[in-house]
């Protein structure tokens, strides 16, 4: 089992800045990933970054050379830095977590959310 519990969300000017944090409280489950996605009204959740334990990183077109993913696996923490904001970013974030459980099933789990908005 895992829980996922973000912070950080909030509303920001164009050109702004925001940091999302994501912890993972886990029992009998060893995370090797972690992402953060993103869901516009009405629509699916999209990829954003995403960080694998070897240091792996990759982003969506959208936000790379803006946005930067880094993580701490062994505190099974995750953190998105947003900079250089734009209203399209406007969106509930989404923190994700990709493991192993004591079974070696390969599971995930989501965050409940935190709103993004981007506007001035």
């Known amino acids: 089992q895992v829980k996922l519990v973000e912070s950080g969300g909030g509303l920001v000017q164009p050109g702004g800045s925001l940091r999302l944090s994501c912890t993972g409280f886990?029992?009998?489950?060893?995370?090797?990933?972690m992402a953060w996605y993103r869901q516009y009204p009405g629509d699916v959740r999209e990829l954003v970054a995403r960080i694998h334990e070897s240091g792996t990183r990759s982003y969506d077109w959208t936000v790379e050379g803006r946005f930067t993913i880094s993580g701490d696996f062994r505190r099974n923490t995750v953190y998105l830095q947003m900079n250089n904001l734009k209203p399209e970013d406007t969106a509930v974030y989404y923190c994700n977590a990709d493991g192993y459980n004591s079974m070696n099933d390969r599971l995930e789990y989501w965050g409940p959310g935190t709103q993004v908005t981007v506007s001035s």
């Open positions: 886990v029992d009998a489950f060893k995370i090797i990933a």
